[in-house]
């Protein structure tokens, strides 16, 4: 009897333990939620509006040439900006300047200030090739529909003129899918190797390359986000996809490749008025860690749509739309920690 006794406080104590560790672990979640974890990203607490608009996306080269692109509201109209980070903030060079119609854009931009840019318009998707010029215009060298009855595309491109390309489906027929392309810029022109799905009932992808480093996220129809790595093969033409998570109670990611073995991503935190978590993560052969994750302030970036991110290996920069002030863009120009 009294070995049964002592059996049953051991384990009442050791119940306790694991509780009193799990409360710990929590807390030390929630500080790094905080974002005061090591080599994480931080961002100012007051972001600067630079113009008024909705759906904004944006992109910056090592050269620290960035361009920005927005619908404006309630008009579909599209129009870019362009300019150059300087420390915390962004130097425009110009006032925004409508290329077409359309509505939900993606842009990237390479080294060799090669842009390319996609659009939905009409049920269909459009691609362009560009040249951002030295007095930050862009030559816009070719136009072509790529892609019928499909939504929210994402495009990116490396410095060797691959491109990346996601979308959503819209075709009556059959369930929402998402497909991804990969392609080359020949002659000013992508020319896509195939179309492949990537899996059904999901949306909102959004992909990013650097070099071989390819990334991917797109929302769940249970809330929830899933990322994925992957490596760009240029013998065979496709991805060679490797890791994929899934994180719950979350939507509407944006991810943005940084160097050859990290990426960035942020999400809605479904649940949380205007809250929107920050992930860091390093890339290790088929797998990959969160080097931070945390939640930005919610009075930083608000608005209905999540805030596009962009970054290169000195600055990230965040384009939010505040829906509170009536359509203000307003971008944040962080930094990383090397502690």
Same mark, same amino acid.
């Not at 949306?203 to 480093?213: M, Q, V």
């Not at 249970?222 to 719950?248: A, C, H």
């Given at each position: 009897?009294?070995?049964?006794?002592?059996?049953?406080?051991?384990?009442?104590?050791?119940?306790?333990?694991?509780?009193?560790?799990?409360?710990?672990?929590?807390?030390?979640?929630?500080?790094?939620?905080?974002?005061?974890?090591?080599?994480?990203?931080?961002?100012?607490?007051?972001?600067?509006?630079?113009?008024?608009?909705?759906?904004?996306? +944006?992109?910056?080269?090592?050269?620290?040439?960035?361009?920005?692109?927005?619908?404006?509201?309630?008009?579909?109209?599209?129009?870019? %900006?362009?300019?150059?980070?300087?420390? $915390?903030?962004?130097?425009?060079?110009?006032?925004?300047?409508?290329?077409?119609?359309?509505?939900?854009?993606?842009?990237?931009?390479?080294?060799? /200030?090669?842009?390319?840019?996609?659009?939905?318009?009409?049920?269909?998707?459009?691609?362009?090739?560009?040249?951002?010029?030295?007095?930050?215009?862009?030559?816009?060298?070719?136009?072509?529909?790529?892609?019928?009855?499909?939504? /929210?595309?994402?495009?990116?491109? $490396?410095?060797?003129?691959? &491109? &990346? *390309?996601?979308?959503? #489906?819209?075709?009556?027929?059959?369930?929402?899918?998402?497909?991804?392309?990969?392609?080359?810029?020949?002659?000013?022109?992508?020319?896509?190797?195939? +179309?492949? %799905?990537? *899996?059904?009932?999901?949306?909102?992808?959004?992909?990013?390359?650097?070099?071989?480093?390819?990334?991917?996220?797109?929302?769940? +129809?249970?809330?929830?986000?899933?990322?994925?790595?992957?490596?760009?093969? %240029?013998? &065979?033409?496709?991805?060679?996809?490797?890791?994929?998570?899934?994180?719950?109670?979350?939507?509407?990611?944006?991810?943005?490749?940084?160097?050859?073995?990290?990426?960035?991503?942020?999400?809605?935190?479904?649940?949380?008025?205007?809250?929107?978590?920050?992930?860091?993560?390093?890339?290790?052969?088929?797998?990959?860690?969160?080097?931070?994750?945390?939640?930005?302030?919610?009075?930083?970036?608000?608005?209905?749509?999540?805030?596009?991110?962009?970054?290169?290996?000195?600055?990230?920069?965040?384009?939010?739309?505040?829906? /509170?002030?009536?359509?203000?863009?307003?971008?944040?120009?962080? #930094?990383? #920690?090397?502690?």
């Amino acid at each position: 009897m009294k070995a049964f006794w002592i059996t049953i406080v051991s384990l009442i104590f050791l119940t306790c333990t694991k509780e009193i560790l799990d409360t710990e672990a929590e807390l030390n979640l929630q500080k790094k939620d905080e974002f005061t974890a090591s080599g994480g990203i931080f961002f100012p607490e007051m972001g600067v509006m630079f113009d008024r608009g909705r759906h904004p996306n +944006s992109a910056i080269n090592n050269k620290n040439r960035i361009v920005t692109i927005h619908n404006s509201s309630p008009a579909n109209n599209m129009y870019y %900006r362009a300019g150059t980070v300087n420390g $915390n903030q962004i130097d425009f060079h110009h006032t925004q300047q409508k290329y077409l119609d359309g509505i939900n854009g993606s842009i990237d931009l390479n080294d060799n /200030n090669l842009v390319v840019e996609a659009h939905e318009y009409i049920e269909r998707l459009y691609n362009q090739v560009g040249i951002l010029n030295d007095d930050n215009s862009i030559n816009w060298l070719w136009s072509g529909k790529y892609e019928s009855y499909a939504q /929210n595309p994402s495009i990116s491109v $490396n410095n060797d003129g691959w &491109v &990346v *390309e996601a979308h959503e #489906s819209r075709n009556p027929f059959s369930s929402q899918n998402v497909f991804y392309r990969l392609g080359k810029i020949e002659n000013n022109q992508i020319n896509y190797f195939f +179309s492949k %799905r990537i *899996e059904d009932y999901i949306s909102k992808p959004r992909i990013s390359i650097y070099n071989d480093n390819v990334v991917l996220v797109y929302t769940q +129809s249970n809330y929830e986000i899933t990322v994925q790595t992957g490596t760009l093969d %240029r013998n &065979v033409r496709d991805i060679n996809w490797k890791s994929k998570i899934t994180i719950e109670n979350a939507l509407n990611g944006d991810i943005q490749a940084i160097g050859d073995d990290k990426f960035m991503l942020i999400f809605k935190e479904f649940g949380v008025p205007n809250g929107y978590a920050i992930r860091y993560a390093q890339i290790s052969g088929n797998t990959f860690w969160w080097i931070s994750s945390g939640r930005v302030a919610q009075r930083i970036l608000y608005g209905s749509d999540t805030p596009s991110i962009t970054g290169n290996i000195q600055f990230p920069v965040a384009i939010a739309y505040a829906e /509170n002030n009536g359509g203000d863009l307003v971008y944040y120009v962080g #930094s990383y #920690s090397s502690d």
